[in-house]
């Protein structure tokens, strides 16, 4: 009873800055029937402002107090809150080029968080700022920055394109790029090749990471942002824009999407200075199950490129090895799909679908056992 009663009073605190509406769901599952004036006053909170939702939240504490509201209930109701409060919008932009994209043997010297733009990538950087800015608008943005100084620089030739926009500034060290080793001598290239026998995302450099240890502090930073718009004393931000690394914008996409390392591992990193604009949708909020809901807009950044090698075997007994572009179009889980797979091998690359009697997602001959 005394737990109950410590969980409810610690949602009752966070729900001081969450969303009023909810009280309309809360009383709908307490009577099994929504009036028509939670509905009507639903949709008026849909319309305001995140500033609006929030004190009107905090003036309807009392009101769920008096209620007596299950305390299980209403934690689950606080985290829905939390997702209507998240940022609209959020930029993921990569690094522009660095001294060590055209110059591997600078790793051997110079510590990877020491690595400066180029010339080239001082120029995208503000090719970048001035893309930003139209996208922004009169927008504000809060602006998180791996602490590496490729990074820095990068935002630093960005910043001067958003200056008015610009909330506040946070370097944040979950955003930095996989440790690969403190410097990168004669090993490094042995190193390679055992990663090619691990596997990209397992493989963990001597003194460094594995790509499975970034995943884990990428899931870090999406706690960050579920908890932005809950800080009573905070601006609240409807724009975010993450200044990091190819490699850890593929991480951050595989958390917010559920990737399997396999799938990760037929990601591209973004072009330097290019970035992914994650947009707020209201059918993923509907739909949430636990991710957070965002959808890559296809019109205000890139789209991330995927490729797969893929074996098709055909009827007539021969077969043929091919690159599946777009693979991340396949719908999850994309090797069950092999319809799918199968069509758009057949459009790529002009045979008809109908010829292959079965195509082989793992070409390097994994798992061939348990087929």
């Not at 450099?205 to 809950?230: C, I, K, M, Q």
């Amino acid at each position: 009873m005394e737990s109950q009663q410590y969980l409810k009073a610690g949602c009752l605190a966070v729900a001081s800055v969450v969303v009023g509406f909810w009280l309309g769901k809360i009383q709908a599952s307490r009577t099994g029937v929504a009036s028509q004036q939670s509905i009507q006053s639903r949709r008026k909170d849909d319309e305001a402002s995140p500033h609006a939702r929030r004190k009107s939240a905090c003036s309807l504490l009392e009101d769920v107090q008096e209620q007596q509201i299950d305390p299980c209930v209403l934690a689950r109701l606080v985290e829905e809150g939390k997702r209507e409060l998240l940022p609209k919008r959020i930029i993921l932009m990569r690094h522009g080029e660095s001294e060590g994209n055209v110059d591997k043997n600078v790793y051997r010297s110079k510590g990877d968080n020491l690595l400066e733009l180029t010339d080239k990538g001082s120029s995208q950087a503000n090719e970048a700022g001035k893309k930003l800015a139209k996208l922004l608008g009169d927008e504000k943005v809060l602006v998180f920055c791996s602490p590496f100084q490729r990074a820095f620089q990068t935002l630093r030739n960005v910043r001067t394109h958003i200056e008015s926009n610009i909330i506040r500034t946070e370097i944040e060290a979950s955003v930095r790029e996989q440790e690969f080793g403190n410097l990168q001598g004669d090993a490094f290239a042995s190193y390679r090749k055992e990663q090619e026998q691990v596997g990209r995302f397992f493989y963990r450099f001597p003194t460094g990471e594995s790509s499975a240890d970034v995943y884990e502090r990428v899931a870090f930073f999406w706690n960050v942002l579920l908890n932005l718009n809950t800080e009573p004393m905070q601006d609240v931000v409807e724009n975010v824009l993450v200044v990091t690394h190819g490699l850890t914008i593929r991480l951050l996409l595989m958390q917010l999407y559920k990737w399997s390392p396999d799938t990760f591992e037929t990601v591209y990193n973004l072009e330097n200075c290019e970035y992914y604009v994650l947009e707020k949708e209201s059918r993923r909020l509907q739909s949430y199950q636990g991710r957070l809901p965002y959808g890559l807009s296809p019109t205000e950044g890139a789209t991330p490129r995927s490729e797969r090698r893929i074996k098709a075997h055909f009827k007539d007994g021969s077969e043929m090895e091919y690159i599946l572009s777009n693979y991340l179009s396949i719908p999850q889980p994309r090797t069950s799909h092999k319809d799918v797979a199968i069509r758009m091998l057949a459009e790529q690359h002009g045979f008809h679908a109908l010829d292959v009697a079965w195509i082989d997602f793992f070409v390097e001959k994994k798992f061939a056992k348990y087929r």
